[in-house]
């Protein structure tokens, strides 16, 4: 199986995309506007104590307070008392206290972030825990004497009641280089809370990973056969970063904002966003994302089959698994979701189609936990949440449908309008859009409009138009030499 990712940078954003034999099966993105929470540290306040639930909400500075349940505290975890299960969370905060806090999951809905005290920076090859004061190696190195090599290593490096987990791409590293990962995120962290030491909470103490970063210690692997950026400061960060073994591996795609162009990823995306999806055979899946969990209906649709109902159902579910579990990963739903394939009576059929589902699950990173059918008939799973689906990224709700549904985001229509226009070659371009998209192109003093203009090479004009549809927000008015440009943006202007 071929594994290539692919990586854009845009206005204020970079996306990055996972392809396996050229089908886009997983999607990233980062932007100014979507900041990645988990994995940061804040300064937090402890709100509220919740004893009957073992629990407090903490002010981290953002919109809704964070949940912290007591075997997360950082103080329990080094409680060493054999009875320290009985404890109440009274006994280890109150209210007022600052706490040193991590986002292990970001908030949905009316929930806020869930929280965790104990800290932990993670590298490519060990996850650097400050004062989690344990040794943990990753389940995946099998030898059982290289497991106790690397944990004799540790043992020997670690201060005071610092941890570390190591995990399996360190199995082929030297020594040397992952001791030296283990200095540069110790400092990182040292440096980090020396400097926020004196802070009042709430506020940020630690950033997360960036995009690059999460891609270089999650995804590049021997497994790996290619990573297209289609940006020069990305690439020559990516190679320097990569080391010598794996940057051979990176490649520069010539065309800035192109790269998604090769194959076609730009219109698998967009598919992505439907509620929709048609399979090959004619049936087709429907998929609604609600704050308590995903829920997917097979349906037969257009595929009527050649025997008896039976086998229909069973051809349909089949194909429809595998549908499935590439939307779970591509739009990286979590939690509870529950998938009403076509009725099936015999458990034979039922557990092919089980078969089928843990089959395509294996490729998935994040973890799984399959329940299988119930007495209703329903296939139930749950995924673990790592950041936000493809729909909480991309969509806000509809100010038409008062939240039932959902629609592009403003940023969304401006990602979209970017890509066209990084896709045109020509002298100059007239764009009519809303206030508020034209706005996110030209950005604070004009310099994204100035970025773009040097990406495309050509003029760009840009004409607010505040009667445009919130659906429909953006018009290329013209596409051409400067000379036309320049009388098509004259008569949009004495149009007003």
């Known amino acids: 199986m071929k594994q290539t990712i692919m990586m854009t940078k845009g206005i204020n954003k970079r996306e990055a995309v996972l392809l396996e034999d050229r089908e886009v099966v997983e999607w990233f993105l980062e932007s100014d506007e979507l900041p990645q929470l988990v994995g940061s540290v804040f300064k937090g306040k402890v709100e509220k104590v919740l004893p009957g639930m073992q629990a407090a909400f903490v002010d981290i500075g953002l919109e809704k307070n964070g949940f912290l349940h007591r075997d997360e505290l950082l103080s329990y975890h080094l409680d060493e008392s054999s009875n320290k299960e009985n404890n109440n969370i009274s006994s280890y905060i109150s209210s007022g206290m600052e706490i040193a806090v991590q986002v292990t999951k970001e908030g949905v809905g009316t929930k806020g972030p869930r929280l965790t005290g104990v800290v932990a920076i993670p590298g490519r090859q060990i996850v650097y825990m400050?004062?989690?004061?344990?040794?943990?190696?990753?389940?995946?190195?099998?030898?059982e004497e290289k497991r106790m090599h690397l944990s004799e290593v540790f043992s020997s490096s670690l201060e005071a009641k610092e941890g570390v987990i190591i995990r399996t791409q360190a199995v082929d590293s030297k020594v040397?280089?992952?001791?030296?990962?283990?200095?540069?995120?110790?400092?990182?962290w040292h440096e980090t809370h020396t400097q926020h030491k004196q802070g009042k909470a709430p506020f940020l103490m630690y950033?997360?990973?960036?995009?690059?970063?999460?891609?270089?210690?999650?995804?590049?692997?021997?497994?790996?056969?290619?990573?297209?950026v289609d940006d020069l400061e990305d690439y020559r960060l990516i190679k320097r970063l990569a080391g010598s073994a794996w940057a051979k591996k990176v490649r520069l795609h010539p065309h800035q904002g192109g790269s998604f162009q090769l194959e076609r990823i730009d219109h698998e995306l967009s598919k992505a966003m439907k509620r929709r999806i048609w399979l090959k055979n004619g049936a087709f899946i429907v998929i609604d994302e609600t704050e308590a969990m995903v829920v997917i209906d097979v349906n037969s649709g257009k595929y009527t089959g050649k025997t008896k109902q039976s086998d229909t159902a069973l051809t349909v579910n089949k194909l429809a698994a595998v549908e499935v579990c590439k939307q779970i990963r591509l739009r990286n739903f979590s939690g509870i979701i529950v998938i009403d394939f076509i009725d099936m009576k015999d458990d034979?059929?039922?557990r092919q189609v089980e078969l089928v589902m843990e089959k395509n699950l294996k490729k998935d990173r994040i973890r799984t936990s399959i329940r299988g059918f119930t007495q209703l008939g329903l296939f139930e799973m749950t995924r673990k949440k790592t950041r936000l689906s493809m729909r909480q990224s991309l969509t806000v709700d509809c100010l038409v449908c008062d939240g039932s549904g959902s629609m592009k985001s403003d940023y969304a229509h401006a990602f979209e309008l970017e890509r066209l226009i990084l896709d045109l070659h020509s002298e100059a371009i007239v764009v009519q859009a809303t206030p508020t998209i034209c706005q996110l192109l030209t950005g604070t003093d004009g310099k994204q409009?100035?970025?773009l203009e040097a990406w495309t090479g050509a003029t760009l004009y840009l004409s607010e138009q505040p009667t445009l549809s919130i659906i429909h927000p953006f018009e290329i008015v013209f596409s051409g030499s400067l000379i036309e440009a320049e009388n098509r943006y004259k008569a949009l202007i004495e149009q007003d």
């Open 130 to 143: 400050p004062e989690a004061g344990y040794i943990a190696v990753s389940r995946r190195i099998e030898s």
């Open 176 to 188: 040397e280089e992952i001791k030296e990962e283990l200095i540069f995120l110790r400092s990182l």
């Open 207 to 228: 950033q997360s990973s960036t995009l690059i970063e999460t891609m270089l210690t999650s995804y590049l692997s021997d497994s790996l056969d290619e990573w297209i």
């Open 348 to 350: 034979a059929a039922r």
């Open 449 to 451: 409009k100035k970025r």
